[in-house]
């Protein structure tokens, strides 16, 4: 059974980082300028509002569409991921392939991740479902588009613009392509946490049911900006973060392998997957940082 969404409206991690923007300029003027407190008090009704208004105007539709996805997930696969507000800022509309050692020997099959014995794709393409038979099949002939907002949180502002953590300066990064169905190297010149936070975001969306720790999910995340490179102060940062503040409600032990068996031969592998034994799935969690299905 889903669970209810919960978008707050208030409480959110926009309104968190404003407000710490916000103490960080009041403890300043305080400390040099004590003249300007009450201006800067005042100003930040305006700053307030331009960061709830953008979070209101649309929000039952979204609220609509997004439970309609959960649904439609539920029915497809059997579980649901978990829901993230956005905005959606960037796409990829290919699949995108790590291999991740440290999971071998783990499968999970979803919309936008698999996982098989230390292969990560996020965006597989095209992908049938047959509950009945635990049989799931992808066409990566038939690619689909997947979308993330770098690293979170993002936080639009008066729909004048984005605020929120940077992902830096663009580079070239190695990735795993597709090419004619075969994997090959291939360079994409994205910003600089572009990659980390594409697999970052795609693992948070499935921690409810994918096989992987949220411990996990955050040190994959401080090694691909180390990889890419981050310098290691900033790239901690960044991990720190996540770490303490990223999906609180799914810390603990990881959900067990997919139910599902993947049918036909997916890249690089060889052969299909065996079929796999695991846990139930778990009920899908709402309303943090981690991308989700496209709305």
């Known amino acids: 059974m889903l669970s209810p969404l919960r978008r707050r409206l208030v409480l959110h991690f926009g309104n968190l980082l404003i407000t710490a923007i916000g103490l960080a300029l009041l403890g300043l003027a305080a400390w040099l300028r004590p003249g300007l407190v009450q201006p800067l008090l005042w100003a930040g009704v305006p700053v307030y509002f331009g960061v709830l208004l953008p979070r209101w105007f649309g929000r039952r539709e979204r609220l609509r569409r997004a439970a309609a996805t959960l649904a439609a997930d539920q029915e497809k696969w059997g579980f649901a991921s978990r829901n993230h507000w956005g905005p959606w800022l960037n796409y990829i509309d290919q699949p995108y392939l790590r291999r991740c050692p440290e999971f071998a020997g783990r499968y999970f099959y979803g919309e936008w991740l698999v996982i098989h ?156 997957a065996p079929a796999r034994s695991g846990t139930g799935r778990q009920s899908p969690a709402e309303d943090m940082p981690a991308t989700a299905p496209m709305q």
């Not at 393409?125 to 690293?151: K, N």
């Not at 795993?176 to 936070?197: I, M």
Request: proline share 10%.
């Open 117 to 272: 014995d230390g292969l990560l794709i996020v965006n597989p393409g095209h992908s049938t479902v047959d509950l009945a038979r635990q049989e799931v099949r992808y066409d990566f002939a038939r690619p689909t588009t997947y979308a993330w907002d770098g690293c979170t949180p993002k936080v639009p502002f008066y729909w004048l613009a984005i605020i929120g953590i940077p992902d830096w300066w663009e580079k070239p990064h190695p990735v795993l392509q597709l090419r004619g169905g075969a994997l090959c190297e291939a360079e994409v010149f994205w910003p600089l946490a572009h990659p980390a936070s594409l697999v970052h975001d795609a693992l948070y969306q499935y921690l409810n049911a994918a096989p992987v720790a949220k411990h996990e999910a955050d040190l994959l995340f401080f090694r691909m900006l180390r990889e890419a490179g981050m310098a290691w102060p900033l790239a901690f940062a960044y991990y720190l973060a996540v770490r303490l503040l990223g999906a609180p409600e799914v810390r603990g032990p990881r959900p067990g392998n997919s139910l599902l068996r993947c049918v036909g031969e997916l890249p690089g592998d060889g052969s299909a």
